[in-house]
C-alpha cells in the first residue's frame, strides 16, 4: 500500500455524511454539489439519500475524475443539507491528500 499523494495519479468521491439522526427522517440535500475545473469530468451523483438509515447515517456520494498535476483545478465541494429544520451550507476544497472517498460533515 502506497500512501500520500502520489503525483499524475486521479482520485475520485467527494463523500457528505450526516451522523446521529433519527432512522426515517427526512433529510434534504438541495444544493448540494460538486464544482471541478479544468481537466476534470463531469462530476456523477454515485448516491443521494432521502432519509437517515437504520445506523443514524445519510449520504451523498458525488465524484469525478482529475489528476494531480500542477496546473489542474482544485475541485470545491458545496454541501448542504436541512434536517429537523436546521439548514446548513458550507464550502470546501477538496484535496483528498493523495486519496479518494474524502469524508466531510
Known sequence: ????????????????????????????????KLDV????????????????????EAKVVISTTWCTKPLTDTPTFTMRFNTLGVNVTETRAVTFGGGDHERFY
Open 37 to 56: 475545473g479544468l481537466g476534470q469530468t463531469v462530476p456523477i451523483i454515485q448516491r443521494w439519500d432521502k432519509e437517515f438509515d437504520n445506523s443514524g
Open 1 to 32: 500500500m502506497i500512501l500520500g499523494k502520489i503525483p499524475a495519479s486521479c482520485y475520485t468521491s467527494a463523500t457528505l455524511t450526516l451522523t446521529d439522526g433519527i432512522a426515517g427522517e427526512k433529510v434534504d440535500f438541495d444544493g448540494t
